[in-house]
DNA sequence: CTAGGGTTAG
């Protein structure tokens, strides 16, 4: 082999069995493998065995392992190459320094250039290249300032390592150099520098370039135009792309959506859709980039109706199988709360990516479908590359309404191996969903693992231990993010009111507190009319304006007011969620509604309800009425009372653990009076500890006690 | 030279 120099030192591959290659003779093409002349440009003629020039084939075969990245081969390669008397030859150098670049091996591109003594101008030039593309900016300028005479190629080079990398000041000198070298700068030079100016702190520069172009006019073609209006938008400076764009001789989708993108990230929804309606009136031709930015528009806006007129126009164009507009479909449809029309713009896409998939399960998660959720997640970890970190923190949401451990931190170990969990974003979900499921130590090792915790994490984990009722921990954590110099927002003050009203710990906190209490307690019923008309004139169909006048009327036994606000609930087809508990034994789901007689244990558990004889619930403080009290005033609901579905959880519970574990269970919405008395009940008779979530906190009852101190 | 998806509470 060694006496081999032209033939590969190790290319086990072509190797079958115990087949060895011939030595001392030159390369036999049967032996060169197909890629030996794979992407080569076609102007290079194949080699053929009776014209191949000296050295050609070893060459080819250079390029081709550096393709593979082999370059230890390589070094070795040119070893025997030089040892044989064979030259390397510019377009291998060429070829080896792009490959070197594309992959970011500086030392390797180091050495090769190393070995060049007066290289011709445009070698230097490719060398220059792979120095920025491996990001060593101080090698490039070595070589640049050596460089005897150079290029405008080199000058751009140069200027645009700089700017690519965002070390503008030594781009802009360089520039000016450049300027005034007399080497008359090209197009591409322009647009990486516009390229580089991506916020706003670089708009004066970028008016000083602008400026600079129309004196010198020099660079006033169509390329440099959008490169001018793109720079403005990604500075902020809209009115400055505006004018750009008015001015712009042809305008294509291109330039249309640099500008749409500029006002969509200024939450300018209206001027999306205004530009939009002037590109259809124009008549210029519509691609799915524009359509996508479009959509997004209406998605922010919940625009439903221009949402549909804009599919229409998409459905006649036929893009409605594309991947990047059926995608922002989807969400349309989701953020507008038409799930059945999501779904339907999700089957219509021809080849579904991630984004669309995490569009979807975001869409199952955020309408509370959330078996669908994890269904649809399981289908797809079979699947290669269709799962997302964006994926993983819908999942993550999936689970924490289920408040479900083992799917949570089965997906939670899944994210870490496959290396998904989105920074923060992820991260908060995680500590929301341990936090629904009864584990604040989980929780809290997830926000200790944030290195920097923005206003949303701190809020997740004080959120946490407020839901817990353990407010020194909640209180402890918003002081901690206090001293962090994260600014808390509204969601954060809730957390905290909500830790504070066990607690006296921050008096003025609860000052506001007993403030927003007195209200409800005052039972102000002419106030209570005319919040609730405010408040269902934002939104007329908001189930919560309803309910919240209705218990108020109750409470006041304004007995037909109460009925009237019933019946046009019922007009308007607003239906109240079904209350239902829900418990894990062993694994298995057992999911009850009130008078729930479909568990194939019902007989035992409505028995074991009798046996526990708690009387019959007569709460003379109706202040606390939740949306299920309210209904049992009525006479005829009161003796479903009796069949609560947690109750029958609790029944169940006492029934299918061990007598010395705690009964764990889950309901969607608040626990109501009766029902926390019955609990409170069963853990003295039974001597059980039972924990109950509810939909706005953890009870824990032991010996007739809860944690809760009667107050949710 | 332009696009689409995800986080906290009541």
């Given at each position: 082999?060694?006496?081999?120099?032209?033939?590969p030192?190790?290319?086990p591959?072509?190797?079958t069995g115990?087949?060895?290659?011939?030595?001392?003779?030159?390369?036999?093409?049967?032996?060169?493998?197909?890629?030996?002349?794979?992407n080569?440009?076609?102007?290079?003629?194949?080699?053929?065995?009776?014209?191949?020039?000296h050295?050609?084939?070893?060459?080819?075969?250079?390029?081709?392992?550096?393709?593979?990245?082999?370059f230890?081969?390589?070094?070795?390669?040119?070893?025997?190459?030089?040892e044989?008397g064979?030259?390397?030859?510019?377009s291998?150098?060429?070829?080896?320094?792009?490959?070197?670049g594309?992959?970011?091996?500086?030392?390797?591109?180091?050495?090769?250039?190393?070995r060049?003594?007066?290289?011709?101008?445009?070698?230097?030039?490719c060398?220059?290249r792979?120095?920025?593309h491996?990001?060593?900016?101080?090698?490039?300028?070595?070589?640049?300032?050596e460089?005897?005479?150079?290029?405008?190629?080199?000058?751009?080079?140069m200027?645009?390592?700089?700017?690519?990398?965002?070390v503008?000041?030594?781009?802009?000198?360089?520039?000016?150099?450049?300027?005034?070298s007399?080497?008359?700068?090209?197009?591409?030079?322009?647009?990486?520098l516009l390229?580089?100016?991506?916020?706003s702190?670089?708009?004066?520069?970028?008016?000083?370039?602008?400026?600079?172009?129309?004196?010198?006019?020099?660079?006033?073609?169509?390329?440099?135009?959008m490169?001018?209006?793109?720079?403005?938008?990604?500075?902020g400076?809209?009115?400055?792309?505006?004018?750009?764009?008015?001015?712009?001789?042809?305008?294509?989708a291109?330039?249309?959506?640099?500008?749409m993108?500029?006002?969509?990230?200024?939450?300018?929804?209206?001027?999306?859709?205004?530009?939009?309606?002037?590109?259809?009136?124009e008549?210029?031709?519509?691609?799915e980039?524009?359509?996508?930015?479009?959509?997004?528009?209406?998605?922010?806006?919940?625009?439903?109706?221009?949402?549909?007129?804009?599919?229409?126009?998409?459905?006649?164009?036929?893009?409605?199988?594309?991947?990047?507009?059926?995608?922002?479909?989807v969400?349309?449809y989701?953020?507008?709360?038409?799930?059945?029309?999501a779904?339907?713009a999700?089957?219509?896409?021809?080849?579904p990516?991630?984004?669309?998939?995490?569009?979807?399960?975001?869409?199952?998660?955020?309408?509370?479908?959330?078996?669908?959720?994890?269904?649809?997640y399981?289908?797809?970890?079979?699947?290669?590359?269709?799962?997302?970190?964006?994926?993983?923190t819908?999942?993550?949401?999936?689970?924490?309404?289920l408040?479900?451990?083992?799917?949570?931190?089965?997906?939670?170990?899944?994210?870490?191996?496959?290396?998904?969990?989105?920074?923060?974003?992820g991260e908060?979900?995680l500590?929301?969903?341990?936090?629904?499921?009864?584990?604040?130590?989980?929780?809290s090792?997830?926000f200790?693992?944030?290195?920097?915790?923005?206003?949303?994490?701190?809020?997740?984990?004080?959120?946490?231990?407020?839901?817990?009722?353990?407010?020194?921990?909640?209180?402890g954590?918003?002081?901690?993010?206090?001293?962090?110099?994260?600014?808390?927002n509204?969601?954060?003050?809730?957390?905290?009111?909500?830790?504070?009203s066990?607690?006296?710990l921050?008096?003025e906190?609860?000052?506001?507190?007993?403030?927003?209490?007195?209200?409800?307690?005052?039972?102000?019923?002419?106030?209570g009319?005319?919040a609730?008309?405010?408040?269902?004139?934002?939104?007329?169909d908001?189930?919560?304006?309803?309910?919240?006048?209705?218990?108020?009327?109750?409470?006041?036994?304004?007995?037909?007011?109460?009925?009237?606000?019933?019946?046009?609930?019922?007009?308007?087809?607003?239906?109240?969620?079904?209350?239902?508990?829900?418990?894990?034994v062993?694994?298995?789901?057992?999911?009850?509604?009130?008078?729930?007689?479909?568990?194939?244990?019902?007989?035992?558990?409505?028995?074991k309800?009798?046996?526990i004889?708690?009387p019959?619930?007569?709460?003379?403080?109706?202040?606390?009425?939740?949306?299920?009290?309210?209904?049992?005033?009525?006479?005829?609901?009161?003796?479903?009372?009796?069949?609560?579905?947690?109750?029958?959880?609790?029944?169940?519970?006492l029934?299918?653990?061990?007598?010395?574990?705690?009964v764990?269970?889950f309901?969607n919405?608040?626990?109501?009076?009766?029902?926390?008395?019955?609990?409170?009940?069963?853990?003295?008779?039974?001597?059980?500890?039972?924990?109950?979530?509810?939909?706005?906190?953890f009870?824990?009852?032991?010996?007739?006690?809860?944690?809760?101190?009667?107050?949710?």
């Amino acid at each position: 082999m060694a006496s081999a120099p032209f033939l590969p030192p190790d290319p086990p591959h072509l190797r079958t069995g115990q087949d060895r290659i011939p030595p001392a003779r030159p390369a036999s093409f049967a032996r060169i493998p197909s890629w030996v002349s794979l992407n080569r440009p076609s102007s290079v003629k194949p080699p053929h065995p009776t014209t191949t020039q000296h050295g050609q084939v070893e060459n080819l075969h250079l390029v081709s392992l550096s393709k593979q990245g082999k370059f230890e081969q390589v070094h070795e390669f040119i070893k025997s190459m030089d040892e044989a008397g064979i030259a390397v030859s510019p377009s291998t150098y060429k070829s080896l320094f792009e490959t070197c670049g594309e992959m970011g091996l500086l030392s390797e591109g180091r050495s090769i250039r190393g070995r060049l003594k007066n290289p011709p101008g445009f070698l230097e030039d490719c060398a220059l290249r792979m120095y920025c593309h491996c990001g060593s900016l101080s090698d490039a300028r070595r070589l640049f300032d050596e460089m005897p005479e150079r290029s405008s190629f080199a000058w751009g080079i140069m200027i645009s390592g700089y700017a690519q990398r965002g070390v503008l000041d030594k781009a802009f000198q360089l520039f000016s150099l450049l300027m005034d070298s007399g080497v008359g700068p090209n197009f591409s030079v322009y647009t990486s520098l516009l390229r580089s100016l991506v916020d706003s702190s670089c708009l004066e520069i970028g008016r000083q370039m602008h400026s600079h172009l129309i004196k010198t006019g020099s660079g006033l073609n169509a390329s440099v135009g959008m490169a001018i209006c793109n720079m403005y938008v990604k500075c902020g400076w809209l009115e400055g792309a505006r004018i750009v764009f008015d001015e712009m001789a042809e305008k294509k989708a291109v330039a249309w959506t640099a500008l749409m993108v500029g006002y969509t990230e200024a939450n300018e929804q209206n001027d999306v859709l205004h530009l939009f309606m002037k590109m259809v009136e124009e008549g210029v031709e519509l691609d799915e980039f524009v359509f996508s930015i479009v959509l997004k528009a209406c998605a922010w806006l919940e625009d439903l109706r221009v949402g549909r007129q804009i599919h229409g126009h998409i459905v006649k164009l036929g893009l409605e199988s594309d991947v990047s507009v059926g995608t922002p479909l989807v969400n349309l449809y989701v953020k507008c709360t038409c799930f059945e029309s999501a779904l339907l713009a999700f089957q219509k896409i021809d080849n579904p990516n991630d984004v669309s998939w995490s569009a979807l399960i975001s869409g199952y998660s955020q309408s509370g479908r959330v078996e669908e959720c994890l269904k649809t997640y399981k289908s797809l970890r079979v699947m290669d590359g269709l799962l997302n970190s964006f994926i993983y923190t819908s999942i993550f949401q999936a689970c924490s309404m289920l408040a479900d451990i083992n799917s949570g931190a089965q997906a939670h170990a899944d994210a870490i191996k496959r290396g998904l969990i989105s920074p923060l974003y992820g991260e908060s979900a995680l500590i929301t969903m341990y936090s629904k499921c009864g584990n604040m130590d989980y929780a809290s090792q997830v926000f200790g693992s944030i290195s920097e915790p923005d206003t949303i994490a701190w809020t997740a984990i004080i959120a946490g231990y407020a839901y817990h009722g353990i407010a020194s921990e909640a209180l402890g954590y918003f002081r901690k993010m206090q001293d962090s110099g994260v600014r808390p927002n509204g969601v954060t003050l809730v957390a905290v009111l909500t830790a504070c009203s066990h607690s006296s710990l921050i008096t003025e906190a609860e000052g506001y507190l007993k403030s927003m209490n007195r209200c409800w307690n005052h039972r102000n019923l002419e106030l209570g009319r005319i919040a609730s008309e405010n408040l269902l004139r934002l939104n007329p169909d908001d189930t919560a304006g309803y309910i919240l006048l209705f218990n108020l009327c109750v409470s006041h036994e304004k007995w037909e007011e109460a009925a009237r606000i019933r019946k046009k609930m019922m007009e308007k087809n607003l239906q109240k969620e079904v209350s239902c508990s829900w418990i894990t034994v062993r694994g298995q789901w057992h999911r009850f509604i009130v008078g729930d007689r479909h568990h194939p244990q019902t007989k035992e558990i409505y028995a074991k309800l009798k046996q526990i004889d708690f009387p019959d619930g007569d709460s003379e403080d109706r202040s606390l009425l939740t949306e299920e009290d309210a209904s049992c005033i009525l006479p005829e609901r009161r003796q479903q009372l009796l069949e609560h579905s947690e109750r029958l959880a609790i029944a169940f519970g006492l029934l299918s653990s061990p007598s010395n574990s705690p009964v764990l269970i889950f309901k969607n919405l608040r626990a109501c009076r009766d029902c926390h008395d019955f609990a409170k009940h069963v853990s003295r008779v039974a001597e059980r500890e039972i924990v109950i979530r509810d939909s706005s906190r953890f009870h824990h009852f032991k010996l007739g006690q809860c944690s809760c101190g009667d107050y949710w």
